[in-house]
């Protein structure tokens, strides 16, 4: 209180657009992000500006990488989605990438060990996912909606489990004999359709900008989406107003670590046609931040999600061309957080310092 | 029988120490900005880049305090960092804490690259560990004494820390103002005591902490690096810190606890458990402990007795 | 001589609002100075600008005669000046003698000596004769100990300035009596006191000078035994205000809300209410009067769903209401004004039309198979913001951006339009300006005249003597009498807000 000594400036009659003031906060963020890579860049003893135009060359040099980056960016999208749900409901799942896990492998499993006709067995698989997904946040999110247990640091432990886990059952159970640390291959009967010839890239991405797409649709426009998006803007009014708090918290953090499921099944499914230890390092952790940057906007997060698959793409040429590792760009998405996580922090305070989503940064 | 003996001997006691010790410290760190009203997420990322910089502060060095020294110093920069966005910024602590998470991650394994060539982790004849004590007294009394009188300095010092971060927070100026910033910053506010000030110092300590207990990872009694080498322990740290209000004695029994469960797991991978079984168990008792505690501390619904009533009437009357 | 206190042409304005214009005013040494003026005439801000709680947009600050810059707490309290703040500013978990020595504790090799804080706490507090322990904790006092213990953490800074912030607010009127007398007995040993207020009679009983504050601005300063009540009003509020009651009509509907023997416990898992029976009729206002923390908010809370009753029954429109939630409340009938609009009554980054949707989502016309269906819901915010004279752009304008009292219309409209068999309100007009709080006074007879039952809380003692067909009167947890606003003073609801007989042993 003290502290805040300047008087508040007579406001212009025009401002901008909420919208408009977003997306100019998060690309200040990515210029400070760009100066804090590159800074870094230089420390390793890389030159900057090769070390970005590989990145880019990697993320969009031609239609075979920009598939690739579309590639990428699908299990951030449903996860960053996943992630989205929580934060729109007032609450934080950093379990996604445990959910991603548990997922992807319960989808691998109906894949492997069933045979069922094509389709079929791929929604099978895909619902596998979404139900190991949802269940390996069930303790989490029931003590939280019931005793208030806090459910970032519950989430984020439970991701060190699901880890250890799927890799006991891939490597000490469902080795497939003679090969690395997977499984044996899903059934050609539960893939997930491929888009193009030349790239891995598949059905899944459909899948993502649908769930975000819906997403959106349902909070703006759905009585339960009203209830959920309340809940996450003011818990206290939410209750006051007899919205059924807990239940709406159980079931959110359930549709929330579903999704995140549903992320590895369609990573399995569509990807990787196996279950591998470590199948897919981070992409639950990117769409968690990618829902932070988003602001947890499913629509947001499209876009979030794209930007981080287009890095991970380019990532890769980076690490084989330059002496940069890969994990730059994961210094660089930290810093992009951090700036944003000020920003609008800054726009807020001048507005109010009333009714602040708990997660708002 | 006997497999309880082989499991429970002397030298499980003195493995619980030792892993207790990282925990531990990171905890300790975790009671200052706990008290200060911080929820302080971060703390596995400062760990991790004490880690990292305590070795190669050993390499340049060629001393294993120096390294210390260098570890310390990193993670009180990621704490200052964290201070001055929560704080200064005021944005959000879990959110701030998740990105210096994920930025330490990514340098850590960016650096090694740079600078070593290699992926992952970082080994080297040249590292210097930390020395092991002797101290005669101790380990003059038999076997338990043996193994409990020849750690390293850190896991003596953790230990003396818990009392010695007791009397700063309960018994100092600085703890006192400390616990006002964090339980009713108006109080503070009212009578000129700087509560973002604070707010810093706090989250300065917890760095200094953090850094130790990234130290004793790296150079204690292994003396490498590797990638994630923290692996939730700062996470697990949030959790004893969660239920434990912040209480350094309670802090220390929280820890012990998952010392013992991180020292069991260790014995555990000894009798052909699969390893990666085993290696969920810490996880498993800190996930468990937090549900339980949570479940006991729920607000209750309160039902009065007959003889409540009959109190409470007669209190009235 | 020069004044002890001076204050030249101060200013503070928080984005388009003045909370302060242009004051000046000067407070002599020895003598009891009245800051008076209504809820948000900008009594606190000026005070905490002279505190050093908040820094002015222009103006100076004199301590006897000279010009000071206060930047924070620290200068004033080095400069004599202390405060004790309407909301206490004591940490709960410390001990009295902590509290005390709060930033200036007492040391020995670096640690705190509590053991010497304890006696010279004790001492302070014979010195003064304000009864305390110093080695209680402060969760573990009463409202008068915190403030005795508030009062005492300012003599240990020494302060011949204090600065009290409508310190009767808490308390019972024979709490209150003590304190004027401490507060006489620091004038007589030539103290100076600032006292804020906006209760008449007090000003008019213990302050020899008296400033008034309207809108931010200093009306006048006069000695008080140049004024009366009426004169003072005037000053007040800038025109004769009509204290006359509504018109009251006896309704017998049937009963709405009941509650028989209802206990509560409060978060520290104390008794709240003890043993509640009350009944409120169609077509009738109840209002619930009593100092602040006897029991009120509990009760509301209780009716609104969101404390459970440790025992007893809540019957809505004669059925037994099952489980405390708010939802099944509002299911069975219930509207409610909750006391805090900013934390639970609006969701305030939404906007106008948003908030009016609450607790209509799942209904029709306005959601239809799960849809919202918006275009309705704006129709209606739309015409609640015409009928309520809630003064907005349109219906897209976020809640936060509104001034207090139209974000209360929104509140009440929203409520009032959902035609619930019963209305809770409390306090209705809490940092309501005047226009608005007739507005809503109308709709609550409106609500009433149309058959509502309504139970009514406020801390305005006028405010429910104007409105309410039945008053009661609680004090510590019970409901100490019933009294008819038509034909009662304001003795016998104090009487019966110190809990009649047994006020002495009670309010201790």
């Given at each position: 209180m003290s502290a805040d000594t300047t008087p508040t400036p007579v406001r212009s009659s025009w401002r901008m657009p909420n919208w408009l003031e977003s997306i100019l906060g998060q690309l200040i963020a990515l210029g400070i992000a760009i100066i804090g890579g590159a800074i870094l860049i230089i420390l390793v003893g890389e030159d900057p500006i090769l070390v970005f135009t590989t990145l880019l060359r990697g993320a969009f040099g031609n239609s075979e990488r920009i598939a690739g980056s579309l590639l990428q960016a699908t299990p951030i999208i449903i996860a960053g989605v996943a992630a989205c749900i929580a934060l729109r409901g007032g609450l934080f799942n950093i379990g996604v990438e445990g959910q991603l896990y548990m997922g992807g492998f319960a989808a691998a499993f109906v894949g492997f060990q069933f045979a069922l006709p094509t389709g079929l067995h791929m929604l099978v698989a895909l619902a596998a996912a979404v139900v190991a997904g949802g269940l390996w946040i069930l303790i989490p999110a029931f003590f939280r909606a019931r005793f208030g247990t806090n459910e970032v640091v519950s989430t984020i432990l439970s991701n060190y489990v699901a880890i250890l886990l799927t890799s006991y059952f891939t490597i000490d159970v469902f080795k497939r004999p003679g090969g690395w640390s997977e499984t044996d291959p899903v059934a050609t009967t539960a893939y997930l359709p491929q888009?193009?010839?030349?790239?891995?890239?598949?059905f899944g991405l459909f899948i993502g900008l649908a769930l975000a797409i819906g997403f959106h649709l349902f909070l703006t426009r759905t009585s339960r989406g009203y209830d959920m998006n309340t809940m996450g803007a003011n818990m206290k009014f939410a209750e006051y107003g007899g919205i059924a708090v807990k239940r709406n918290i159980l079931v959110i953090l359930l549709c929330s670590g579903a999704v995140g499921g549903l992320a590895g099944g369609v990573e399995t499914l569509g990807v990787h046609h196996r279950f591998m230890e470590g199948f897919a390092p981070g992409f639950g952790f990117d769409g968690v931040i990618a829902a932070l940057l988003a602001n947890g906007s499913p629509i947001g997060v499209i876009f979030t999600a794209l930007f981080f698959g287009a890095l991970r793409a380019g990532s890769l040429l980076m690490e084989v061309e330059t002496n940069a590792s890969r994990e730059v760009i994961t210094v660089f998405q930290a810093i992009i957080i951090l700036c944003v996580s000020a920003q609008i922090l800054l726009r807020r305070r001048r507005d109010s310092s009333q009714g602040e989503r708990r997660w708002k940064f | 029988m006997e497999v309880l003996e082989t499991i429970f001997n002397v030298s499980l006691i003195a493995a619980m120490l030792r892993t207790t010790t990282p925990i531990l410290l990171v905890a300790l760190g975790g009671t200052f900005t706990t008290k200060a009203g911080i929820f302080n997420i971060g703390l596995e990322g400062q760990m991790l880049l004490g880690a990292f910089f305590a070795v190669l502060g050993s390499l340049w060095t060629q001393s294993a305090w120096g390294g210390v020294a260098i570890g310390v110093l990193a993670a009180m920069c990621v704490a200052l960092t964290f201070s001055f966005f929560?704080?200064?910024?005021?944005?959000?602590e879990v959110v701030v804490g998740l990105a210096l998470n994920i930025l330490a991650g990514g340098l850590t394994i960016t650096l090694t690259k740079a600078i070593?060539?290699?992926?992952g982790s970082i080994v080297s004849g040249d590292i210097v560990g930390l020395p092991r004590l002797h101290i005669p007294v101790i380990e003059d009394l038999g076997s338990l004494g043996k193994a409990l009188g020849s750690f390293t300095p850190l896991i003596y010092l953790a230990f003396i820390l818990v009392f010695v971060v007791w009397v700063i927070i309960y018994r100092t100026k600085l703890g006192l103002y400390i616990r006002v910033a964090g339980e009713k910053p108006a109080a503070a506010e009212a009578l000129g005591i700087p509560t973002g000030l604070m707010q810093h110092i706090a989250s300065l300590l917890c760095g200094v902490l953090a850094g130790l207990a990234g130290a004793h990872l790296s150079l204690?009694?292994?003396?490498m690096f590797a990638e994630n080498m923290s692996s939730g322990r700062g996470f697990m740290a949030v959790a004893v810190l969660i239920f434990s209000a912040g209480d350094p004695v309670k802090v220390l029994f929280g820890c012990l606890l998952f010392g013992f469960a991180d020292a069991l797991s260790l014995r555990l991978q000894t009798f052909g458990l699969s390893s990666y079984l085993v290696l969920t168990v810490p996880y498993l008792v800190t996930l468990g402990a937090l549900f339980l505690l949570t479940y006991r501390q729920r607000p209750k619904i309160f039902r009065e007795t007959a003889e409540s009533l009959q109190l409470i009437r007669r209190e009235k009357a | 001589m020069a004044f002890a206190v001076e204050m030249i042409g101060v200013s503070k304005s928080f984005g388009p609002v003045a909370a302060n214009r242009d004051v000046s005013f000067g407070v002599r040494h020895g003598e009891i100075h009245a800051l008076v003026g209504e809820n948000g005439a900008g009594k606190t801000t000026l005070m905490n600008i002279l505190f050093g709680l908040m820094q002015p947009d222009s103006g100076e600050i004199r301590i006897d005669g000279k010009p000071v810059v206060m930047e924070s707490p620290r200068t004033s309290i080095g400069l004599g000046l202390g405060m004790v703040h309407q909301h206490f500013k004591l940490v709960p978990s410390l001990t009295v003698a902590e509290n005390m020595f709060l930033g200036m504790e007492i040391t020995k090799a670096g640690l705190v000596d509590r053991k010497a804080q304890s006696e010279k706490a004790r001492a302070l507090s014979e010195e003064f004769g304000l009864r305390i322990d110093p080695d209680r904790r402060i969760h573990e006092l009463s409202v008068g100990a915190e403030q005795r213990v508030e009062i005492l953490k300012v003599l240990a800074r020494g302060a011949n300035v204090v600065i009290l912030d409508?310190?009767?607010?808490?308390?019972t009127p024979q709490e209150s009596r003590d304190l004027f007398r401490i507060i006489r007995r620091f004038a007589d040993t030539g103290m100076t006191v600032i006292f804020i207020s906006h209760h008449l009679d007090e000003v008019l009983e213990v302050s020899d000078t008296v400033t008034v504050l309207r809108d931010g601005a200093v009306v006048g300063t006069r000695p008080t035994k140049e004024l009366d009540e009426d004169s003072l009003v005037n000053m007040m509020v800038g025109r004769q205000v009509n204290f006359d009651r509504r018109e009251r009509k006896k309704m017998s509907g049937n009963t709405v809300l009941e509650l028989r023997d209802v206990f509560a416990r409060d978060d520290r898992g104390?008794?709240?209410?003890?043993?509640i029976d009350l009944e409120v009729r169609a077509g009738e206002i109840v209002g619930i009067v009593g100092v602040d923390g006897n029991g009120q908010t509990e009760l509301s809370e209780v009716v609104s769903g969101l404390r459970a009753p440790s025992h007893g029954e809540i019957f809505l429109d004669g059925k037994a209401v099952e489980g405390s939630d708010p939802r099944h409340m509002r299911a069975a009938g219930l509207a409610h004004v909750p006391a805090d609009r900013l934390v639970r009554g609006v969701n305030p980054g939404a906007d106008i039309a948003s908030n009016i949707l609450m607790g209509r989502q799942h209904v029709a016309p306005w959601a239809k198979k799960g849809l919202i269906r918006w275009g309705k819901v704006r129709e209606l915010a739309r015409e609640l913001m015409q009928r309520f004279d809630i003064r907005a752009k349109d219906e897209h304008v976020a809640v936060k951006t509104l001034s207090g009292g139209n974000m209360q219309k929104v509140v009440v409209a929203r409520e009032f339009s959902q035609h619930m068999p019963l209305l809770l309100i409390d306090q209705p007009t809490r940092g309501v300006d005047i226009g608005a709080m007739e507005g809503i006074h109308d709709e609550i007879i409106r609500r009433r005249d149309a058959g509502a039952a309504i139970l009514l809380i406020s801390v305005q003692i006028d405010e429910i003597l104007a409105l309410a067909d039945r008053v009661l009167v609680m004090f510590n947890g019970g409901i100490s009498g019933e009294v008819d606003p038509a034909n009662t003073t304001e003795e016998e609801i104090g009487y019966l807000m110190a809990g009649g007989s047994r006020s002495k042993e009670a309010a201790a």
């Open positions: 888009l193009f010839e030349f790239s891995r890239l598949n | 929560v704080v200064t910024l005021r944005a959000n070593f060539g290699t992926r204690g009694y292994i003396t | 409508e310190p009767t607010a808490v308390l104390l008794p709240a209410l003890r043993g």
